[in-house]
C-alpha cells in the first residue's frame, strides 16, 4: 500500500507500483482504494483468496473503472480487502485476516467489500471501489457507517473486473461525505438524460418489516421522518405483494447458478482451501440446475416490472439497508447465516430490479451504525445522489 500505515487490516500488503494519474482534473488531491477483484497494472488480482493470489500474475491492465478516476486526477493508495471470491455479506475471511470494523469495535465490517469499507471509515482513504452484487457495497456502508451506492445495472464498466454472478454484478463506492460522493458520481457515471426531480417517496412496510426487532425500527425513526420530510409526496406500499421472503429464493437460485458457472471449473480443478461458509455457498450454488435458473429468471422479469412500476421516473423508494446492526466477530455460523437470509430479503430488491440504491449513515443502535436506504428509477444515480444530499441536509 501506498500510505503510511493500516491500522485497520483494510489493504493486501501487495509490494507497492505506482500508478499513475493525471496531474490535474475534478479529483485532483483525492485518495482511493480498489477492492482486489479490479485489475490495476502492475497489482495480482487476489480476489480474496490465497490460491488466486499464488497462481496470478500482475496485470497488464486497469479496469476502466479505476482509470476513470485516475484520469480525473485522484490518487491509487493499494488494494483492499475482500472476501473470498466477492461471495460474503459479513465480509469475514479467516485466510487473510478480517479488516476490523471502525465504526463498531469487535463486530464485522460487512462484505463483501470489506477492506474498502473499512478504509474509508477510518479516513484511510477518500473514497475505495467496491462491487455490489447481492448487497456487497450498501451492506459495508451500512455496517461501517458510510455512505455506498449500488449504480444502475450496466451504468459503469465492470470490465477487467472478477465477476460473481454477471446479472447481478455492479461498480460502487465508498466516501464519509455527501458532496465528495456526487463529484465521483459525476466521474464514473457520466451524464445521465433529463428527468423530472424525484419528488414523490414510498415507505416500503414490507422492507421496515424485514427489521430484527422493534429496536431497529425505533432506532431508525428518525432518520426516515427526516428523509420523509425531503418529498413533497410520500405514501406506504407493500413493495413485494406476496412477501420480500419469496423474492428472497429467485435472487439466490439466478445468483448461484451464475457463481457456479463462473467459479465452478476452478473450484472443481484447483480445490482451493476455501472458508467453510464461502464453501458451503458455492455447494449449494452447484446444485441450482439450468431449469431451476430459467425459472428464476422468468419470476426475476415479474419483480423487475413491479419495481419499475412502483419508481416511475420521479420516485423513490425507503427502506432499511440491512436488518440489523454489524453482527459480533465471535457469533455463531447459525446467526450469520440467520443474518444473510434477513438481509438478502431487503437487499434483493434492487438487485433483482436492476435498479440504484443509497445506503445512507442516519441512524445508530446501541452506538453501532445502522443505514437507510433510498432506492431510485434505473439509470437516474446522479438525480438518487441529489436526493441522498437533499435528505442528509
Not at 419528488?199 to 420523509?228: H, N, Q
Not at 442516519?362 to 443505514?371: E, R, V
Request: hydrophobic letters at 45%; proline letters at 7%.
Amino acid at each position: 500500500m501506498l500510505i503510511p500505515s493500516d491500522p485497520v487490516n483494510a489493504f493486501v500488503d501487495y509490494p507497492d507500483v505506482p500508478v499513475p494519474h493525471a496531474a490535474d482534473g475534478s479529483l485532483a488531491g483525492v485518495t482511493f482504494a480498489v477492492k482486489d477483484i479490479y485489475d490495476v497494472a502492475g497489482y495480482v488480482t487476489g480476489c480474496g483468496n490465497r490460491e488466486k493470489m499464488a497462481e496470478g500474475a500482475p496485470a497488464k491492465a486497469t479496469a476502466p473503472c479505476v482509470q476513470r478516476l485516475l484520469d480525473a486526477g485522484a490518487r491509487f493508495v493499494g488494494k483492499t480487502h475482500t472476501a473470498e471470491l466477492a461471495f460474503s455479506l459479513d465480509g469475514r475471511n479467516s485466510r487473510l485476516g478480517t479488516p476490523i470494523n471502525p465504526a463498531a469495535s469487535g463486530r464485522v465490517p460487512g462484505g463483501s467489500s470489506s477492506g474498502s469499507a473499512a478504509a474509508v471509515s477510518a479516513g484511510l482513504v477518500d473514497t475505495a471501489l467496491g462491487s455490489d452484487t447481492g448487497g456487497s457495497v450498501r451492506g459495508p456502508a451500512s455496517l461501517c457507517g458510510i455512505i455506498g451506492l449500488r449504480p444502475t445495472f450496466g451504468r459503469i464498466d465492470i470490465s477487467g473486473t472478477m465477476p460473481l454472478a454477471p446479472s447481478f454484478d455492479t461498480v460502487g463506492w465508498f466516501t464519509r461525505d455527501i458532496g465528495l460522493y456526487g463529484r465521483i458520481g459525476e466521474v464514473m457515471l457520466g451524464e445521465e438524460p433529463e428527468g423530472p426531480p424525484i419528488r414523490r417517496l414510498l415507505v416500503a412496510k414490507d422492507g421496515f418489516a424485514a427489521l430484527m426487532s422493534p429496536r431497529e425500527a425505533e432506532a431508525l425513526a428518525p432518520a426516515a421522518e427526516k428523509a420523509k420530510a425531503a418529498f413533497e409526496t410520500v405514501e406506504t406500499v407493500i413493495v413485494a405483494p406476496g412477501g420480500l421472503e419469496a423474492w428472497m429464493p429467485i435472487f439466490r437460485a439466478c445468483q448461484g447458478f451464475e457463481a457456479w458457472q463462473a467459479h465452478g471449473r476452478w473450484i472443481m480443478a484447483r480445490r482451493p482451501e476455501l472458508m467453510p461458509a464461502v464453501a458451503a455457498r458455492f455447494e449449494a450454488s452447484r446444485q441450482v440446475s439450468l431449469a431451476a435458473y430459467h425459472d428464476a429468471g422468468a419470476k426475476r422479469a415479474a419483480v423487475r416490472a413491479r419495481v419499475t412500476d412502483l419508481l416511475g421516473d420521479d420516485t423513490a423508494i425507503l427502506l432499511p439497508t440491512l436488518p440489523t446492526v454489524a453482527l459480533r466477530m465471535e457469533d455463531d455460523e447459525a446467526a450469520f447465516e440467520a443474518f444473510r437470509a434477513r438481509a438478502l430479503a431487503i437487499l434483493c430488491i434492487s438487485g433483482l430490479a436492476g435498479v440504484p440504491q443509497i445506503s445512507l449513515p442516519m441512524a445508530t443502535m446501541d452506538g453501532f451504525p445502522l443505514g437507510l436506504s433510498l432506492i431510485g428509477p434505473a439509470g437516474r444515480d446522479r438525480a438518487l445522489i441529489d436526493v441522498a444530499a437533499r435528505v442528509m441536509g
